[in-house]
């Protein structure tokens, strides 16, 4: 039982450059969200997914695109990285409900 | 849009101790308030949560009040560690399974 999974755990893009962010959960939790925590402040909703089919914009969706692919499987897609997209990107689900399941995160840089 | 503001923004405790952390939000209709630990290049651990029937919940050392007629909610540490030290993240939303608003978070340093 893993959890809640997240690939890679670090990439370096050029600015331009794009990429997909993988998040798996195993935890048969409908709903998934993607955040981005920058250095020293909290985290900012980028989207989530209430459940398989759904998804929804959160406070910082610019730039970004996401895919519930199924129940398990949420992917979060830069489509021209930008510099100020450089930060830490978590995945999370919410299960017997409490909102308490992390990824362990991907650190992108993009310069 | 909901906005959830925390303070301090760091705190230093002596061991042994205790430490508060105090978080406002704006939007009454908000029912649902965690709190989470994260500790330095880790992922963020919920430590504990509130719902807005319930005005205070504890866990061991751990203890959060919620005042819903203010829109302030509060963790309290009590008998704090050297392992306590991390920085602590509040939150709100409409439902569990709904999308969360953060706060700031604060920096605690429990010094031996």
């Known amino acids: 039982n893993a959890g809640v999974t997240q690939t890679p755990k670090f990439q370096v893009l050029k600015t331009g450059q794009s990429m997909t962010l993988q998040c798996a959960q195993d935890?048969?939790?409908?709903?998934m969200y993607w955040y981005r925590q920058d250095p020293g402040m909290g985290l900012r909703l980028i989207y989530y997914?209430?459940?398989?089919?759904?998804?929804d914009k959160g406070e910082v969706p610019n730039g970004y695109n996401v895919s519930r692919l199924n129940k398990r499987e949420f992917s979060l897609r830069l489509e021209s990285a930008a510099p100020s997209q450089t930060s830490v990107y978590f995945c999370?689900?919410?299960?017997?409900?409490?909102?308490?399941?992390f990824g362990q995160g991907t650190r992108l840089t993009v310069v | 849009g909901e906005n959830v503001e925390q303070h301090p923004s760091t705190l230093s405790v002596q061991e042994g101790d205790s430490a508060v952390i105090k978080c406002t939000y704006s939007?009454?209709?908000?029912?649902?308030f965690p709190w989470y630990k994260q500790e330095l290049g880790k992922r963020p651990q919920l430590i504990i949560d509130?719902?807005?029937?319930?005005g205070e919940k504890k866990d061991q050392r751990i203890a959060v009040t919620l005042n819903k007629t203010a829109k302030h909610f509060s963790l309290h540490i009590t008998e704090t560690q050297p392992e306590d030290s991390a920085v602590y993240f509040c939150a709100a939303s409409k439902a569990a399974g709904n999308k969360l608003t953060f706060g700031g978070g604060t920096r605690v340093l429990v010094k031996p």
């Open positions: 935890m048969n939790h409908n709903s």
């Open positions: 509130i719902r807005s029937n319930v």
């Open positions: 997914s209430a459940s398989e089919g759904t998804t």
């Open positions: 999370a689900t919410t299960g017997d409900g409490r909102m308490g399941h």
């Open positions: 939007d009454s209709a908000s029912n649902y």
